[in-house]
């Protein structure tokens, strides 16, 4: 197996600059509210009227999802044809929109030099939950994970990951009709989870200000309560996300002892079971949080006999705590296979007889590979695939 990854390479080489392309305009999709009043006084609005103009800007772009500056009829037509003249909103592009069966959306996203990353939309009885991306590709290398025999390419801006849940929201026809609070509406999407292509906390900084943004009462307005985080355990990052996003937290967990986590989750190597554990029972102190989740791949004579979910319970103990037990998603070539049926529900019965929750998820989107651990993108599939050709007609 690879050797545990290294601290990753600085925000500023590995994020793209907020400039759009274009006629070198900024993009206010992604901006803190305080990063938009600066760049609102450097285009020429007054100082005096700057926190102003930035909240009606705000609301127009993040509670009504309206795109261009014309539309903003409160504010007048020579102060619309100055953001024009200094700004656009620009989401990342929908190169494709699949449907699953069950309901299912998956969205391949292109973004900024090119790159693709993809978005996983889910209805449910009451709720709607998207799967938003942090990295383009991802640096964690986990073995039964389709994402991570893609290679880092880049993070993602906090634009890109806020563009997601707009993009989503686009599609789902969500945004408020014209006179319409937000609050009159159906709300489709209704909980996000940063459980996408990419380690969310190797790319703090962005999702936070994206989150910030989602979180926001005059905007998207999500509850901190329906976000979850999942990490793979960048432990020096899990009180920072407690004081500065305060959303729920997931661990990729997969597995009871150091020698088979390090093996499954490789970046158990830098932060051991021990350590993270650690970090995991100060979390719901820091930020009120109901519990933590953790999830559980269940993979066929790897981790899922009965000595395993024993011992599960025998770490965890302390820590509120929610199971998320995860049929494994095979993908081709895949190094392992799904636990049977009967096995997952008698690691289940052991996990729910410790009074933990321990519900088995059902797997969603796996005719569209939209499924956990199966997202990674079409171009990188397809560099595979030219790759695998010529290799096979001696070319390289």
């Not at 907020?18 to 993009?27: L, M, P, S, W």
């Not at 609005?45 to 009606?56: F, L, N």
């Not at 979390?283 to 269940?298: D, Q």
Request: aromatic residues 6%; proline residues 5%.
């Amino acid at each position: 197996m690879p050797d545990a990854p290294k601290a990753p390479i600085t925000q500023d080489v590995l994020t793209l600059p907020r400039k759009a392309v274009e006629g070198g305009k900024v993009n206010l999709v992604g901006l803190t509210r305080d990063a938009l009043r600066d760049a609102l006084i450097a285009a020429g609005t007054p100082e005096k009227q700057a926190r102003m103009r930035a909240g009606q800007v705000w609301q127009w772009v993040y509670q009504k999802g309206v795109r261009s500056f014309d539309d903003m009829t409160n504010l007048a037509k020579p102060y619309r044809a100055l953001l024009a003249e200094h700004f656009v909103i620009e989401v990342p592009e929908v190169v494709r929109r699949e449907l699953s069966t069950d309901g299912t959306r998956k969205y391949l996203l292109r973004i900024a030099g090119g790159h693709e990353v993809e978005a996983v939309y889910i209805p449910e009885e009451g709720r709607g939950t998207l799967c938003v991306s942090s990295q383009v590709g991802c640096t964690l290398t986990c073995s039964f994970c389709h994402t991570g025999t893609q290679r880092l390419v880049r993070n993602l801006t906090a634009g890109e990951i806020v563009g997601q849940i707009m993009v989503a929201r686009d599609d789902l026809g969500e945004w408020p009709l014209p006179g319409r609070h937000p609050k009159d509406e159906q709300r489709l999407l209704s909980n996000i989870v940063l459980m996408g292509m990419g380690e969310p906390l190797y790319n703090f900084e962005n999702v936070r200000d994206a989150m910030k943004i989602a979180m926001d009462g005059e905007g998207i307005s999500l509850s901190r309560r329906r976000i979850t985080l999942s990490t793979s355990g960048v432990v020096p990052e899990i009180a920072r996300t407690a004081a500065e996003i305060g959303c729920l937290l997931a661990v990729s967990f997969h597995a009871t002892t150091d020698e088979v986590r390090d093996q499954l989750v490789p970046i158990n190597k830098r932060w051991n079971i021990e350590t993270l554990l650690g970090a995991l029972r100060e979390y719901p102190k820091a930020t009120n949080s109901e519990r933590i989740t953790f999830e559980y791949v269940m993979l066929k004579g790897v981790n899922d006999s009965d000595e395993d979910a024993h011992r599960l319970i025998k770490l965890i103990e302390g820590i509120p705590a929610k199971i998320n037990l995860i049929p494994f998603n095979e993908w081709p070539g895949a190094p392992y296979e799904r636990s049977s049926n009967n096995r997952i529900r008698a690691f289940a019965d052991i996990i729910y007889k410790a009074g933990y929750a321990s519900p088995i998820r059902t797997p969603r989107g796996e005719d569209i590979m939209a499924a956990c651990g199966q997202l990674k993108s079409e171009t990188e599939r397809a560099r595979k695939s030219r790759r695998q050709i010529e290799a096979d007609a001696g070319l390289s």
